[in-house]
C-alpha cells in the first residue's frame, strides 16, 4: 500500500514540468526560441509571470522574464533596460563583456542552465535571455515587502536594544553582522524544502565553536527532506536530539542581542528565511531562565532576580500539587490558624482537592488560550470573564475554594516569570501529571514525579552537551553564571563545553578601581 | 557494556546517600542501644571500616584496572571458586537492596501512609530508580548532583532548626563504662561505612581515576559528619536512653521543631529527603547488582536486566522480610555480621592472594 502511494507520488512528480526541467541538467538551449517557450511551459498558468522582449543596441533581440512584484521595476528600467535598449555601437563578443560594459547592477550571475534560469526568477531575480547564445544572466534586483524592525512583545526589556528579528533572512542577516564585524562569523547557506526553497543560515564563528559540532548542524540540516518550511519551529522539530521530550533542547530568540552573545560563546544560530525565530544550539535548561537583560543590569540585581526565577519555576512546577498534597494528605503540615481558615473555605466545595485544582488549571489553561486567540476588540471581554466568573462568582457560588484561586493565579504568574515562552509551557504542561501524583500519593507522589523529571533532564543532551551542565556534571568555576550572575570582569572564560576551543572571551583583572587609573 | 564516564566527584555525590539515605533513619536507636551517651562517638570508630574497605576497593581496582570485583574475583581465585564468589556477592547486593528498600517503605507506611499497600510504595521507588539506572551510569551520577546537595541543606537546616531544644549536658558522663560500650555501638554501623566497598563497581567508569581516592575519602567524610550531626542533635534532644525507644529518632526529632508556632511539623520534608536519598541509594546499588549480574553471565548489554532484577529486589523485600520487626531485626544483627564477611573480609583476603599471585609471577 505505501508502495503503491510512493509510486503514485512519483509518478505525479515525473508529469510536472518544473521538475522535469530541473532533471534536465542540460545547459540552455542555442535556440533563443526553445528557451523561451520552455521557460514558459515552467510557469504555464503563472498569472505573475512578466515577459518582455526587446532589441539590445536595436539589433540582438533578447527577453526579460520577471515575477511580478518580486523585483525593483524602478532600478530595473533604470540600470538594466534603458542602458540596453539605447542604441550604441561598442561591440560585444559574450555576455560577460556585456555586463561589464553596460549593465550599472552590482550583483548578476551568468546562467547557462536552464534549471538554474527557472529557480533565479522563483526567488525573485529577473532574468535576460539573449538570442544567438546559450547563456542568460540573472540580475540581482529582489525587492519585496517587508515588516519594519520592532522590539519583540514576548521578550520585551527595560534595558538592552530594543530591535527583534523580522520574517526577512537578508535583514536578520545583516543584523548579526552589524552586532559582529569580524570575518570570522561564518555564515553557511543551505536550501530546504522540496518545494518552498527556504534559504536556511546556520551562522557560527569561526575558532570558536567546535567544528565537529558545526558538521554535526550542517548534517542534520542536509538531512531534512521536507515540502515546506514555515517556520524555525518545523526544522527545530526535525533536528532535535529527543523529540519525546517536553523540553525544548534549542533555544528560539526573537533577539538579536540574545542570538550574538549564544554566537560569542561557541554556540551556531539558524536562521530561517519567514520566521522572525532563530534557533540558537547547544543550549542547557539554564538558557531558558536567563533573560538578556541579566547580563545588562548591575549584577546584583541579576543575580537576585535570578533566583526569584529559580522559586518561581519550582512554583510553578509544584503550587498546585503541593496544595492538593498537603490538602489531602498533610493537613498537619499547616500551621493550625491558617488550616481552620482553609478548612473553613473548603467546607462548603462539592469536589475533592484533586478534583478541584484540575479543573481550576485546565480553566486557566484555557483562558491563556483563549486570550491569544481571541480578536484584540474582543480581548478585554476575557478578562472580565475571567477575573469576575472564574474567581469571584465561581468562590461565591462554592464551586471552588478560595485558597485555590490563589493558588491557580500564583501559578500562573509564576510561570511567566520564564523568559522563554517554550520552556514555560514545558513546566505548565508537566504542571499535570504532578498535580495527578500529588492527588494519589500525595509528598510521596511529588518527590516521585520530580526525580522522574530530573532523571530526564539528566537523560538528555542538545547537540551532544548535557542538559543540566554545568550543575550536573559539576564543573565549579562554570556555576558562576548559573547560581550567580557574575559581574563581567569575573566572566573570563567561555562555558567549558561549547567554547574549550577558545577559552578566554576577554583579558583577566579588568575590575575597575583606583588602581586602574582615574583619579 | 556501560560506555558512560562519571568523575570521581559524580562517584562522591553518589556514595553519600547509599550509606546515609538508610543509616542517619535507624542507625541512631541501634548505636544508642549500646552505647547509651556516648553513642556519637561510635561512627568515628565506624568510619575507620570505610577508610579500610576504600583501601582495599582502590588497591584491588589498581591491580585489575577497568575491572569490576565479579570480573576479578574470576582472575585471582579461578574460574569456578571465582564465580562462586561473584554470586556471593550479587545475592549479597540483592539482599542489601531489598534490606534498603523495605526500612525506606516501613518508614513512609509508618510514619504517614498508613493505609497504603507496602507494594505500591515499594515499586514506585524501585520503578524511577529503575529509569535512572536504564539511562546509565551518567544518568544516575548526574541525578545524584542534582539530588545530594538538596538533601544535604535540608538535613542542616533540620539540625539547626533543633538547636532551641537542644541540652548539650546529655553528652556526660563521657566514657563512663570505658570504650567497650562505642565498640560495641559500633558494629551496626561499621556495616553501613562498609558498603563503601561498592566503589568496587564504579571504578572502572570513573574518568579521573587519580582522584578517585580523594574524593572517596571527601565523600566518607561527609557521611562521618552527617551520622555525627544526627547523633549529637538526637543525643542532646532526647539523651542517650530515649533516643534507643523510637523505631526513628530523627522523625520524632523533627516533630519537636516549632518556630514562632509557624515553622512546625516539618516530618512531611523529612519524608521528602527521605525519597530524594533512598532513591540515590537504590539507584547506585541497582546499578552495581545489574552491572556485575550482567558480568557474571558474560552478557554485551546490562539494560534488559534492568526491569527484572527491580521487581526481584522488590519481591525480596516484600516476601523476604515478613515485618518491620523483622527488618530491624535484621539490620541490627545479621546483615553487619554478612557485610563484614562480604564487603571487608573476604575482599582482604582476595587483595593479599591478588599480591601474592602478582608478586610470585
Known amino acids: 500500500m505505501v508502495k503503491r502511494r510512493r509510486k503514485l507520488v512519483s509518478s505525479r512528480k515525473e508529469s510536472n514540468p518544473a521538475t522535469r526541467i530541473e532533471k534536465n541538467k542540460g545547459a540552455l538551449y542555442d535556440d533563443f526560441d ?112 517587508k515588516r519594519a524592525i520592532e522590539e519583540p512583545p514576548a521578550e520585551a526589556v527595560v534595558r538592552g536594544p530594543r530591535e527583534g528579528f523580522v520574517e526577512t533572512l537578508e535583514v536578520n542577516r545583516t543584523m548579526l553582522r552589524r552586532k559582529i564585524k569580524s570575518p570570522k562569523l561564518k555564515m553557511k547557506e543551505i536550501e530546504i524544502g522540496k518545494y518552498s526553497a527556504t534559504p536556511v543560515i546556520l551562522a557560527y564563528m569561526d575558532g570558536i565553536a567546535d567544528e565537529n559540532l558545526i558538521k554535526e548542524a550542517e548534517n542534520r540540516l542536509k538531512r531534512i527532506d521536507i515540502d515546506g518550511v514555515l517556520d524555525s519551529g518545523i526544522i527545530e522539530e526535525l533536528i532535535e536530539d529527543y523529540p519525546y521530550s517536553p523540553f525544548p533542547q534549542l533555544l528560539s530568540t526573537e533577539r538579536p542581542d540574545v542570538a550574538t552573545s549564544h554566537l560569542l560563546e561557541g554556540r551556531f544560530v539558524i536562521l530561517v528565511d519567514g520566521s522572525p525565530f532563530v534557533l540558537i544550539a547547544p543550549v542547557t535548561i539554564y538558557s531558558f531562565l536567563q533573560a538578556s537583560e541579566d547580563y545588562y543590569n548591575r549584577f546584583i540585581i541579576s543575580t537576585l532576580i535570578r533566583w526569584l526565577r529559580y522559586v518561581f ?158 550543575m550536573a556534571p559539576l564543573m565549579g ?14 566572566l573570563n572564560t567561555r562555558p567549558h563545553l561549547t567554547g574549550k576551543y577558545n577559552k578566554y572571551r576577554q583579558a583577566p583583572g579588568q575590575k575597575p578601581g583606583p588602581k586602574h587609573g582615574g583619579d | 557494556m556501560e560506555t558512560g564516564k562519571i568523575s570521581a566527584s559524580q562517584m562522591a555525590f553518589m556514595m553519600y546517600p547509599v550509606v546515609i539515605a538508610t543509616g542517619i533513619v535507624i542507625i541512631p536507636s541501634i548505636t544508642a542501644n549500646y552505647a547509651a551517651q556516648d553513642m556519637w562517638l561510635s561512627p568515628i570508630l565506624a568510619s575507620l571500616m570505610g577508610v579500610l574497605v576504600i583501601f582495599i ?30 554470586f556471593i556477592y550479587l545475592y549479597f547486593y540483592l539482599l542489601m537492596n531489598a ?46 548532583e542534582m539530588i545530594v546537595p538538596f538533601y544535604v541543606i535540608i538535613l542542616t537546616i533540620l539540625c539547626f532548626l533543633l538547636v532551641a531544644d537542644l541540652n548539650p549536658k546529655n553528652i556526660f558522663p563521657i566514657l563512663s563504662d570505658g570504650l567497650m560500650p562505642s565498640i560495641k555501638g559500633a558494629y551496626t554501623p561499621q556495616s553501613w561505612f562498609a558498603e563503601f566497598f561498592l566503589i568496587a563497581f564504579l571504578l572502572p567508569y570513573v574518568k579521573d581515576i587519580q582522584k578517585a581516592g580523594k574524593w572517596s575519602m571527601i565523600s566518607l567524610g561527609a557521611v562521618l559528619l552527617g551520622f555525627l550531626a544526627t547523633n549529637l542533635s538526637l543525643l542532646f534532644l532526647f539523651g542517650g536512653e530515649l533516643t534507643e525507644r523510637f523505631n526513628y529518632p530523627l522523625l520524632d526529632a523533627v516533630r519537636y521543631i516549632s518556630i514562632a508556632e509557624f515553622i512546625q511539623h516539618l516530618e512531611s520534608l523529612v519524608m521528602a529527603i527521605w525519597v530524594a536519598g533512598t532513591f540515590v541509594k537504590l539507584a547506585v546499588v541497582h546499578f552495581a547488582l545489574v552491572i556485575g549480574t550482567a558480568q557474571w553471565l558474560n552478557l554485551s548489554d546490562y539494560k534488559p536486566l534492568v526491569f527484572p532484577l527491580g521487581f526481584l529486589t522488590v519481591l525480596v523485600s516484600i516476601w523476604g522480610i515478613s515485618s518491620e520487626m523483622e527488618s530491624a531485626h535484621y539490620s541490627g544483627t545479621i546483615f553487619p555480621s554478612f557485610s563484614l564477611v562480604v564487603q571487608t573480609i573476604i575482599p582482604l583476603l582476595l587483595l593479599v592472594i591478588a599480591i601474592l599471585r602478582k608478586k610470585h609471577h
Request: aromatic share 8%.
Open chain 1, 477 to 490: 568555576s562554570e556555576t558562576k553564571d548559573i547560581l550567580v550572575r557574575a559581574p563581567w570582569w569575573k
Open chain 1, 313 to 470: 519555576l519550582l512554583i510553578s512546577l509544584l503550587l498546585p500539587s503541593i496544595y492538593v498534597a498537603v490538602i489531602t494528605f498533610h493537613a498537619e503540615m499547616v500551621p493550625t490558624s491558617l488550616m481552620i481558615g482553609m478548612a473553613a473555605s473548603r467546607e462548603a466545595i462539592p469536589f475533592p482537592a484533586l478534583i478541584e485544582a484540575l479543573l481550576m488549571e485546565i480553566t486557566f489553561e484555557a483562558l491563556r488560550e483563549a486570550g491569544l486567540r481571541l480578536p484584540k476588540q474582543v480581548g478585554s471581554a476575557v478578562s472580565i470573564v475571567g477575573a469576575l466568573v472564574i474567581g469571584e462568582a465561581a468562590v461565591m457560588a462554592g464551586i471552588v475554594s478560595a485558597p485555590m484561586v490563589i493558588v491557580v493565579a500564583l501559578t500562573g504568574i509564576a510561570s511567566f516569570t520564564i523568559p522563554r515562552y517554550s520552556g514555560a509551557s514545558a513546566i505548565r504542561m508537566l504542571r499535570f501529571p504532578m498535580i495527578l501524583l500529588a492527588g494519589t500519593l500525595g509528598l510521596l507522589g511529588i518527590m516521585l514525579g520530580l526525580i522522574t523529571i530530573i532523571i530526564h533532564l539528566a537523560t538528555i543532551r542538545s547537540f551532544g552537551v548535557p542538559f543540566l551542565s554545568p
Open chain 1, 34 to 145: 526553445k528557451n523561451e517557450n520552455h521557460i514558459r511551459a515552467v510557469y504555464s498558468e503563472a498569472s505573475d509571470l512578466i515577459f518582455r522582449h526587446f532589441y539590445i543596441a536595436g539589433k540582438q533581440k533578447a527577453v526579460l522574464f520577471y515575477l511580478d512584484g518580486l523585483v525593483d521595476i524602478q532600478e530595473l528600467d533604470d540600470s538594466v533596460l534603458s542602458p540596453l535598449m539605447e542604441e550604441f555601437t561598442a561591440e560585444y563578443s559574450g555576455v560577460k563583456e556585456l555586463l561589464e560594459k553596460k549593465i550599472s547592477v552590482s550583483g548578476v550571475k551568468e546562467l547557462t542552465k536552464l534549471s538554474d534560469c527557472v529557480k533565479k526568477i522563483s526567488s525573485g531575480c529577473p532574468i535576460i535571455l539573449l538570442e544567438g547564445w546559450s547563456s542568460g544572466f540573472a540580475l540581482n534586483l529582489t525587492k519585496f515587502e
Open chain 2, 57 to 86: 576497593a582502590l588497591k584491588l581496582h589498581q591491580l585489575y584496572p577497568g575491572h569490576t570485583i565479579i570480573e576479578y574475583s574470576v582472575s585471582i581465585i579461578g574460574k569456578v571458586p571465582g564465580k562462586l564468589l561473584g
Open chain 2, 99 to 144: 534490606g534498603g528498600t523495605r526500612i525506606y517503605a516501613d518508614f513512609v507506611t509508618g510514619a504517614f501512609f498508613k493505609e497504603t499497600p507496602l507494594f505500591v510504595i515499594l515499586s514506585t521507588i524501585m520503578l524511577v530508580s529503575s529509569f535512572a539506572v536504564r539511562g546509565g551510569i551518567e544518568v544516575v551520577g548526574r541525578s545524584a
